[in-house]
T-cell receptor
């Protein structure tokens, strides 16, 4: 089984809809992250969480919100989706007690029409 | 501010050729970490290597090797005898704990797409 899972893997939605992307990990890592990737660009950090009670904004948090329901779960919400949020979204985890290297989930491809 | 530049947008080689992917970074501090990730056509991001700024030894792992040179702020990645399965987008990333407070906040380059053909 994969250590970091994301659901759904693909989603098509309409402008104005609320959508939630979910991330779960079995790696036992304390830190979790959400990134988006646009064609031809690197990854941009949306939000990150260093533990269950710690949530921080990244470079591009506008239009997004997150929830860290448990150490193993970190959800990303788009309250009112817009077309320029069409992108590939990645969840990642890292272990602050180890090398703090980030390990990524398989990604969620989101299309907003 | 931190910055990672991967000037090669796309590289095409024929199988068995050697290929080097360039990565140049900017940071103000002396303690930092550099990473390479691979994104194959299937889309996932695969961790390849992590290097800290105090370790300038070159790293070799099978057909992969990495050359870290602080003097030129570069962390280049070479694939020897490339194979079709090496076709992917490769990302270089930088973490500067002095600026970010943690080794895990990454600044990514824009990636280099490597196409290996028969």
């Amino acid at each position: 089984d994969a250590d970091v899972t994301q659901t759904p893997r693909n989603r098509i939605t309409k402008t104005g809809k609320r959508i939630m992307l979910e991330c779960s990990q079995t790696k036992g890592h304390d830190r979790m992250y959400w990134y988006r990737q646009d064609p031809g660009l690197g990854l941009q950090l949306i939000y990150y969480s260093f533990d269950v009670k710690d949530i921080n904004k990244g470079e591009i948090s506008d239009g997004y919100s997150v929830s860290r329901q448990a150490q193993a779960k970190f959800s990303l919400s788009l309250e009112s989706a817009i077309p320029n949020q069409t992108a590939l979204y990645f969840c990642a985890t890292s272990d602050s007690w180890s090398t703090d290297t980030q390990y990524f989930g398989p990604g969620t491809r989101l299309t907003v029409l | 501010a931190q910055k990672v530049t991967q000037a090669q947008t796309e590289i095409s080689v024929v199988e068995k050729e050697d290929v080097t992917l360039d990565c140049v970074y900017e940071t103000r501090d002396t303690t930092y970490y550099l990473f390479w990730y691979k994104q194959p056509p299937s889309g996932e991001l695969v961790f390849l290597i992590r290097r800290n700024s105090f370790d300038e030894q070159n790293e070799i792992s099978g057909r992969y090797s990495w050359n870290f040179q602080k003097s030129t702020s570069s962390f280049n990645f070479t694939i020897t005898a490339s194979q079709v399965v090496d076709s992917a987008v490769y990302f270089c990333a930088l973490s500067d704990p002095a600026l970010t407070g943690t080794a895990s906040k990454l600044t990514f380059g824009t990636g280099t797409r490597l196409q290996v053909t028969l």
